[in-house]
């Protein structure tokens, strides 16, 4: 299809939850309910309050047609009076509020001078006041990806929603734990010229928010919402596509449904749309007007100058910088990738740093040899520490070990704990062979296996040396005394 013939139009909305040690305007804990039962369980109908221009939201009046009972589960561990509403928000959390602004500089906006927290109506239950506080922090980025320049039009700090737990004909129930978490939302605007390169762009500004090393990893912690429209349709925004394979397929649906109402009706409605299992989706609301934010007058305005400075100090390298580096370091695209990903990038750094190992080496061992013993043998990795892989590489740098025992010796250590590394080596006769021993079995192998070709033989002098000569050794050596015989 040319999209630029049927006038597509996509903006991506990406929520992503700040992992910061605190919420955002209060001090409970960011982590999810631990117990079983609630602690206290609260009962509301809900009410469209008018926005500031006098207007009732009409996404609100619909809304208050379906009167329902809302049912909040509380925990004490991570919800206070304030989640619930019963007391005025404190000081926007300031971890929060550099992290997204670190995001935002990252995404070449340009900063408000002053951030004002704005109270944004939102009707269907999940924040018990009727509203999410959200300030707006950044706007008029732009972003590289592989089609050019795309416009970043908003980076916005939010505090999260509670979670649905249960929805009834007449009751709806949320669990509060979630709400108030931070969330930065980045908003695009011009720039994305297919349904692929939409994908591209969410993967690259989720990579850009996690190059940050605060944002939250783990299931519901990323929300994107996209806005679509095509010449002689109208705007309709799909909520809460839940994978970035999916945004692809909802967009040329989409595409397809403007296309024939277009031709059947002659228009489009704007909708809000709920996302079905197969891409396709359904009319969840009409799409809010103007009249839902206003200000929240519980909180003061925050000047970001210091803060900026403070920010624009402590820049991290972008992912995309990151991968850059290490290719030039020696490792392909992929091995980057996976290293800034894994958990073992910092140390990946220091190790590259203090020892004279190949980066790609060790690269290997923290991505594959990890992911192998984990997933086929099921070690216990995480029983690894840091110092134990100081000393493994030490050993390897002085030539006491070769990388070929790298993955015996980490697999006896995380599952004996206690046992140094050292003792591992010795207990698994794991020190490296001497070249007279080496000779010897080479020899005792060419002599046994006198027609065989070379791989072969290289291959038996291998299984018997196993992980306590470098295979290049092996090879060399075996090359040479075949030169010798023939
Ligand atoms: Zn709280």
New binding site residues.
């Given amino acids: 299809m040319d999209y630029k013939k049927v006038g597509l139009r996509v903006g991506l909305e990406i929520h992503h939850e700040l992992d910061t040690k605190e919420?955002l305007f209060?001090?409970?804990p960011t982590l999810l309910k631990t117990k079983e039962k609630p602690d206290l369980i609260l009962e509301r109908f809900q009410r469209p309050v008018a926005g500031e221009t006098g207007e009732i939201d009409i996404a609100a009046i619909e809304q208050m047609k379906k009167r329902v009972k809302i049912i909040y589960e509380v925990y004490d561990d991570c919800?206070?009076l304030?989640?619930t509403d019963e007391e005025p928000p404190h000081e926007p959390n300031n971890e929060a509020i550099k992290v997204a602004l670190t995001i935002a500089t990252l995404f070449n906006c340009k900063i408000v001078d002053e951030i004002h927290v704005m109270r944004k109506t939102i009707i269907d239950g999940s924040l018990p006041s009727g509203f999410q506080r959200t300030m707006l922090l950044g706007t008029n980025g732009w972003m590289d990806t592989n089609q050019g320049k795309v416009e970043i039009e908003a980076v916005s700090l939010e505090e999260d929603s509670a979670r649905l737990i249960n929805k009834e004909k007449n009751s709806v129930t949320f669990r509060l734990d979630r709400l108030?978490i931070p969330e930065v939302e980045v908003g695009t605007g011009k720039g994305i010229v297919s349904p692929d390169h939409a994908k591209e762009v969410a993967l690259k500004i989720g990579n850009i928010i996690r190059s940050t090393g605060k944002a939250k990893i783990r299931e519901g912690s990323v929300r994107q919402d996209v806005n679509i429209s095509i010449k002689g349709g109208d705007r309709v925004e799909v909520k809460h596509v839940p994978s970035l394979s999916l945004i692809p397929i909802v967009i040329e649906k989409e595409i397809e449904r403007q296309l024939s109402l277009i031709k059947s009706r002659g228009k489009v409605t704007r909708d809000v749309r709920k996302i079905l299992e197969d891409g396709s989706t359904e009319f969840l609301r009409p799409l809010p007007g103007s009249a839902r934010m206003y200000p929240e007058t519980d909180v003061i305005p925050i000047k970001t100058s210091e803060l900026l400075k403070e920010v624009k100090k402590r820049l991290p390298e972008t992912w995309d910088r990151k991968i850059q580096r290490y290719n030039k370091l020696g490792l392909s695209n992929e091995l980057g990738k996976q290293i800034v990903k894994s958990d073992y990038v910092d140390l990946f750094e220091t190790t590259v740093k203090k020892t004279k190992i190949k980066p790609n080496i060790i690269a290997n061992v923290f991505v594959n040899t990890l992911k192998n013993l984990k997933k086929r043998e099921k070690i216990p990795v995480e029983n690894l520490k840091d110092n134990d892989f100081e000393e493994l590489f030490e050993f390897l740098v002085n030539g006491k070990i070769v990388k070929e025992s790298i993955p015996d010796i980490l697999s006896y250590k995380a599952k004996n704990p206690n046992m140094k590394i050292i003792e591992i080596v010795k207990k698994l006769g794991l020190e490296t062979m001497a070249k007279e021993e080496l000779l010897k079995i080479v020899k005792d192998v060419l002599r046994k296996n006198k027609d065989q070709p070379i791989n072969k033989t290289i291959g038996i002098v291998m299984r018997r040396v196993r992980g306590k000569a470098r295979s290049e050794d092996v090879v060399k050596m075996v090359k040479k005394e075949v030169e010798k015989i023939y």
Wanted: proline content about 0%; overall charge negative.
């Fill in positions: 919420k209060c001090s409970c919800d206070c304030i989640d108030g």
